[in-house]
């Protein structure tokens, strides 16, 4: 009798282990309406925030023009962007994105020889200064050089670190005038075609 007793025990026992193994492995991971999560190695998370690099300028983003009636031009800059003027330039800021305007007077048009000494003299001296290129450019008011570079920006005030720019300045001349546009924004950012919308506004008066 005893030797019943226990072997009805054991058995009893043997088959609530098997039921909990058996529902632990068939167990599936559920979202917050009840149903199954499936999850894809590899596959893109739809609910992802867009990561948008630092320097990009919106495709949607509006240009005014500024005029400049001592330097007798015309220039279209993000509408938006912060204004600081002193006695040489001009420069229109946003983030790590701007664009510097100055004027001087130029018996001549600028050439790819003259650009090449400015980075001799000039830009060379500039904080990781790197030459990519030197071009003559056509633009809607004309000729252009274009100089393209990597820099190094000022320390932040606010996060005391600096960044690796890219630059692109251009050299626009008329009647004597040497109008002169640098655009930077930080490095890897898409401002192709911003900065040629800017560099395309240019109208002499």
Not at 127 to 145: D, W
Request: with cysteine.
């Amino acid at each position: 009798m005893r030797r019943s007793t226990r072997r009805i025990l054991i058995g009893l026992i043997g088959a609530v282990l098997l039921a909990a193994c058996g529902s632990s492995k068939s167990a599936s991971p559920t979202n917050s309406s009840g149903g199954a999560t499936t999850t894809v190695h590899g596959a893109p998370n739809p609910n992802a925030v867009e990561v948008v690099p630092p320097g990009d300028i919106p495709d949607n983003q509006v240009f005014v023009p500024y005029t400049s009636v001592a330097g007798g031009y015309s220039v279209n800059f993000p509408q938006g962007w912060s204004r600081r003027q002193t006695a040489t330039a001009i420069t229109f800021s946003q983030n790590y994105n701007a664009m510097e305007l100055t004027t001087a007077t130029v018996a001549s048009a600028p050439t790819i020889a003259s650009a090449q000494s400015l980075v001799s003299g000039t830009l060379s001296s500039i904080a990781g200064f790197k030459l990519i290129k030197i071009e003559s450019v056509t633009r809607t008011s004309g000729r252009a050089i274009r100089i393209v570079y990597t820099a190094t920006s000022g320390i932040d005030p606010v996060t005391s670190k600096a960044v690796a720019l890219d630059v692109e300045r251009y050299l626009f001349w008329h009647k004597g005038t040497l109008l002169t546009i640098t655009l930077s924004s930080a490095k890897g950012s898409d401002n192709v075609d911003p900065w040629k919308a800017v560099t395309n506004s240019v109208v002499w008066k």
